[in-house]
């Protein structure tokens, strides 16, 4: 299981400074993707059969969203708002991967002050975990393009996800389901409200967006 | 009829209420529909109010996936009472905008998503787990989010985009708090299942991991905390309230957040039994404060009424919030000021908006002379202002007293000071604002409309409960309140 959770962790490092250190917004929407069946494929790691079809539930439904729904839906928006770069984000993208390699040290020194307090959790999904809210936060905050606020967004909840996965053992169904339901219902809503942005701006670029102040 | 079936059936009315709206044909249904469900509503909370407070102090639903006691059940009531005014305001301020837009399709999306952000905020408020609570509070973040672009303008999408992303990433970082909590309790042996259930998080027998607990409180607070409006973490706030139509923005600062603060009251008791009471109530009181000093420094500048309606809301969120740090006497004046805030806010947007309306313009040097102009909404603004920035005898002024003496009473006396200074400058400021708007030159501007029906019964009730809760408190009031204060002492 653990060399198993190593590979997950490597490669959503791996998505992660890709998606920090790259411009085109297609190129970014498959990360996204990948990331999305990455860590939907978590539940199933961990639990190893032991909770069988309620985390095969979960698996499939997290990478059916997060791998190709959203994605999808992402992809739509994008060829409607005819936008293809993030041009110049607000930090520059060798600063984003500069940041990302800060973010990862203080991923591990977060997971080294929790781990003793959440002793089941495997040090390496814990890291993962952080990492991801880290950098998906750092999305929102530094990217000019909606499209890529949202996935930054997805970003932090592929984080809140594996965190939860890993630390609370029996969350009852009923509130996973609630969870995906709101994440799912959260990207719709975003969509509809690029869509209107674009329409009524002739651009998703949110720097536009500063009329209200004070 | 059992409080337990009140329960469901509350949901249930207000998810069909939604549905309905969908389907009707003309503007007025979707109005009156509204108002209709907002009175079922009521009836059903005064009876599980008073279920909960004759009987053992809870009542629970559904498996125990729905518990409501005295804490949960004054805030529903408060909640219901905000949204019957608010939707028998609706009524007044969109039959005057008909012809400028209030179109059937508009109609249909805003009962719909009024009533579902109703719902949505039921669910929490009833919810023992606080899993299914937290789902309840991102699924009012995105039903309202589009109450406030009702009519899809730049400046009201820009104020949506920004509640959209700002409020997602908050209600993230408490979705992270809540598993924390969560996380604490599996040392204690307690079945993993029932982890997320409040009643055993807040059980004195729970044994509770103290790190865990820190940092969900933390965590939750700020999470929760940004929905809620607390300082540094408002950003939001003001476009929103300012962006949506008015009946839209009584709803979201009468009652919206302080479903938000709810949901961090309700890991309180938790924080207490790992930690020792200092360390949540000191959070609280940081938070309080510097929300109450953020809010008055905003306040002295602002130009447009509704931005400085939406800052007196951080403002008096702040109060809540110092009150709930001050110990039980404090959040007896924190669940009292909860009330009084959210009738007089309300109250105060539905001046605002009408008023408005008449002048063409929210911005407060157009708006004068608004007590000659426009006898009703002119009254309405002038008392909701004089309440808001705390004159006696309106019922505002009585629980910033109680406040005050809780303050004193456990020692607190920088954040006292503090308080009163910040009241101070409110004080001064918004009251300049208020005599222009009141008092000045009425400018030549279309004679008063012919007002709904219920705009007077709206004005009269509101003003009333002022008044009347200012100078008398009635003891069963004052009881009921003092039980839910209870529940958060653990």
Not at chain 2, 309 to 320: D, K, N, P
Request: proline share 4%; glycine share 10%.
């Amino acid at each position: 299981m653990f060399a198993l959770l190593e590979t997950v962790h490597a490669l959503g490092l791996l998505s992660c400074f890709a998606l920090l250190g790259t411009s085109r917004i297609g190129a970014c929407i498959r990360w996204l993707s990948f990331q999305g069946i990455l860590f939907g494929l978590v539940p199933l790691i961990v639990h190893q059969g032991g909770l069988g079809w309620r985390a095969a539930l979960l698996a499939g439904g997290n990478i059916a969203l997060k791998g190709i729904g959203f994605p999808l839906l992402l992809l739509r928006l994008r060829a409607r708002a005819e936008t293809n770069r993030e041009v110049e984000p607000f930090v520059s993208f060798v600063m984003s991967i500069l940041f990302g390699i800060f973010a990862l040290g203080l991923s591990v020194w977060l997971t080294s002050e929790l781990k003793p307090a959440l002793h089941q959790a495997p040090f390496v999904m814990l890291d993962s975990s952080i990492f991801l809210i880290l950098v998906g936060l750092f999305l929102i905050i530094s990217r000019r393009n909606a499209l890529m606020q949202v996935i930054g967004y997805l970003v932090l909840e592929n984080g809140i996800f594996v965190f939860g996965v890993i630390t609370v053992v029996g969350t009852p169904l009923l509130v996973e389901l609630g969870v995906l339901l709101d994440a799912f219902v959260g990207v719709f809503v975003m969509g509809i409200a690029i869509y209107h942005i674009n329409r009524e701006f002739g651009s998703i670029e949110v720097d536009r967006l500063s009329a209200l102040k004070g | 009829m059992l409080a337990e079936q009140s329960i469901l059936l509350m949901l249930a009315v207000a998810v069909a209420g939604a549905a309905l709206c969908l389907s009707l044909p003309r503007p007025r249904q979707v109005l009156t529909t509204i108002v209709a469900v907002s009175a079922v509503e009521m009836a059903f909370a005064i009876n599980i109010w008073a279920a909960v407070l004759a009987g053992p102090g809870s009542v629970t639903a559904a498996e125990q996936w729905f518990y409501i006691d005295a804490f949960s059940a004054f805030h529903i009531v408060v909640l219901v009472l905000v949204f019957l005014l608010s939707s028998a305001f609706a009524g007044v301020y969109f039959t005057s905008e008909a012809a400028h837009g209030f179109m059937i399709s508009v109609a249909r999306r805003f009962g719909a998503l009024w009533l579902g952000s109703l719902a949505a905020m039921l669910l929490v408020l009833m919810s023992n787990n606080l899993g299914i609570m937290w789902v309840g509070m991102e699924a009012t973040t995105l039903l309202s989010a589009f109450l406030i672009s009702l009519y899809p303008t730049r400046l009201s999408l820009e104020a949506m985009w920004k509640y959209l992303i700002i409020c997602s990433i908050g209600i993230a970082f408490a979705f992270m708090g809540t598993l924390l909590a969560a996380a604490s309790i599996q040392s204690g042996g307690i079945v993993e299942a029932d982890a997320l259930l409040w009643t055993h998080l807040a059980s004195p027998e729970a044994h509770l991991d103290p790190i865990l607990m820190k940092f969900a409180f933390v965590f939750v607070l700020v999470g929760y905390g940004t929905k809620a409006g607390l300082a540094p973490i408002h950003s939001w706030l003001p476009d929103a309230h300012s962006q949506a139509p008015a009946p839209v923005s009584a709803m979201f600062s009468g009652f919206l957040l302080n479903t938000a603060l709810y949901c961090v009251m309700r890991f309180v008791p938790p924080a207490q039994h790992a930690l020792g009471p200092n360390f949540a109530n000191g959070l609280l009181i940081v938070f309080g404060t510097l929300s109450i000093l953020v809010a008055a420094g905003f306040i002295v500048f602002q130009r447009d009424a509704k931005r400085l309606l939406a800052y007196h809301s951080v403002e008096h969120m702040g109060i809540i919030t110092l009150g709930y740090g001050l110990g039980p006497l404090g959040a007896f004046a924190a669940l009292f000021h909860t009330l009084n805030h959210s009738v007089c806010k309300s109250l105060a947007f539905f001046a605002v908006g009408r008023l408005g309306q008449r002048f063409g313009s929210h911005e407060m040097h157009t708006i004068s002379g608004a007590l000659r102009a426009d006898h009703l909404w002119g009254i309405a603004l002038l008392v909701s202002l004089l309440a808001l920035i705390g004159v006696a005898p309106f019922s505002i002024f009585m629980s910033e007293y109680q406040l005050l003496r809780a303050a004193a009473g456990t020692g607190a006396w920088l954040a006292l000071a503090l308080f009163l200074i910040a009241s101070g400058v409110v004080f001064v400021s918004a009251l300049r604002h208020l005599i222009d708007m009141a008092f000045g030159d009425p400018k030549a501007h279309e004679p008063p409309a012919r007002e709904g029906k219920l705009a007077v019964p709206i004005v009269v009730l509101a003003v009333g409960l002022l008044l009347v809760l200012g100078l008398w408190m009635p003891l069963s009031l004052s009881q009921a309140i003092a039980s839910a204060a209870a529940v958060l002492a653990g």
